[in-house]
């Protein structure tokens, strides 16, 4: 029997064709249990271009799919928020004269394409997983509704959240920050490219720039460490939400950081 229609947040939507099925998540390895149960993981875009710079490297998605894929095996529920840095960036574009609604709006666009492709490798490893977009695009993702992104990821499937907040104006670090408080995530995992934690200064251009292990909200807003932008820094400190900066390109660093293994540099913990 077709179950009622279900209300959620105040609309009434029929539960899609996987809760009327059987659903089978991967089946959970056994071991340690992990320290965070619920993990809101940041990816720039930047990340998926991997050493190419920009737009996506499949060989770089692929890593990632796996290092997720080894996180769900462990019961851990993930929730991915993506930029689009790699395909656009609306600062820039507004910068050199575009309107910087208009950029912003394209900028959102582009993480849409990063979420798809994430996607693809995710359910190629047998992870079930869920794009929903801040923008309306039915064809290609659900629309962002808060209960319903918590319920599949109680289901077992990861959820990649895209098009930032819908709004302009506000960095997709912020729709990190914003998403990882309205889902209940233990913890937000920001995935660098390359950068293996927070430092004093640029470690590539300046050698003796000097790594943090552990860093206070209000040391990396007075410091401007830039961990996050302001707005997005200000919502997890007002709110107690833990950071971890960590390197992405080293595989299994995101499986070492939820299990509560020291990785990168820990902000408000």
């Given at each position: 029997?077709?179950?009622?229609?279900?209300?959620?947040?105040?609309?009434?939507?029929?539960?899609?064709?996987?809760?009327?099925?059987?659903?089978?998540?991967?089946?959970?390895?056994?071991?340690?249990?992990?320290?965070?149960?619920?993990?809101?993981?940041?990816?720039?875009?930047?990340?998926?271009?991997?050493?190419?710079?920009?737009?996506?490297?499949?060989?770089?998605?692929?890593?990632?799919?796996?290092?997720?894929?080894?996180?769900?095996?462990?019961?851990?529920?993930?929730?991915?928020?993506?930029?689009?840095?790699?395909?656009?960036?609306?600062?820039?574009?507004?910068?050199?004269?575009?309107?910087?609604?208009?950029?912003?709006?394209?900028?959102?666009?582009?993480?849409?394409?990063?979420?798809?492709?994430?996607?693809?490798?995710?359910?190629?490893?047998?992870?079930?997983?869920?794009?929903?977009?801040?923008?309306?695009?039915?064809?290609?993702?659900?629309?962002?509704?808060?209960?319903?992104?918590?319920?599949?990821?109680?289901?077992?499937?990861?959820?990649?959240?895209?098009?930032?907040?819908?709004?302009?104006?506000?960095?997709?670090?912020?729709?990190?920050?914003?998403?990882?408080?309205?889902?209940?995530?233990?913890?937000?995992?920001?995935?660098?490219?390359?950068?293996?934690?927070?430092?004093?200064?640029?470690?590539?251009?300046?050698?003796?720039?000097?790594?943090?292990?552990?860093?206070?909200?209000?040391?990396?807003?007075?410091?401007?460490?830039?961990?996050?932008?302001?707005?997005?820094?200000?919502?997890?400190?007002?709110?107690?939400?833990?950071?971890?900066?960590?390197?992405?390109?080293?595989?299994?660093?995101?499986?070492?950081?939820v299990m509560g293994e020291h990785v990168g540099t820990k902000v408000g913990?």
């Amino acid at each position: 029997m077709t179950e009622a229609l279900t209300p959620i947040d105040g609309n009434y939507l029929e539960d899609d064709e996987d809760d009327l099925l059987e659903v089978r998540p991967l089946p959970v390895v056994d071991g340690p249990a992990p320290r965070y149960e619920r993990i809101l993981l940041k990816l720039s875009g930047e990340a998926l271009a991997g050493n190419v710079g920009s737009g996506i490297d499949p060989a770089v998605v692929v890593t990632i799919a796996e290092q997720v894929r080894d996180v769900v095996a462990r019961g851990v529920q993930v929730a991915i928020v993506v930029g689009g840095g790699n395909i656009w960036r609306g600062i820039a574009a507004a910068a050199q004269g575009m309107d910087r609604s208009t950029a912003d709006y394209m900028g959102m666009l582009a993480t849409v394409l990063n979420a798809l492709a994430l996607q693809d490798a995710l359910e190629k490893r047998d992870v079930h997983t869920r794009v929903q977009s801040a923008i309306a695009m039915h064809e290609v993702a659900e629309p962002y509704i808060r209960r319903r992104a918590i319920r599949h990821m109680e289901k077992g499937r990861v959820v990649i959240l895209a098009a930032g907040t819908g709004n302009p104006y506000f960095s997709t670090d912020t729709a990190a920050a914003l998403r990882a408080l309205e889902v209940g995530a233990d913890v937000i995992l920001m995935a660098k490219n390359r950068v293996d934690g927070v430092y004093t200064d640029d470690p590539f251009s300046n050698p003796e720039a000097q790594k943090f292990e552990e860093l206070s909200y209000r040391q990396a807003l007075d410091l401007d460490l830039r961990v996050m932008d302001s707005t997005a820094m200000a919502l997890c400190k007002d709110n107690n939400i833990p950071i971890v900066v960590f390197n992405l390109q080293k595989s299994g660093n995101i499986l070492r950081v939820v299990m509560g293994e020291h990785v990168g540099t820990k902000v408000g913990v």
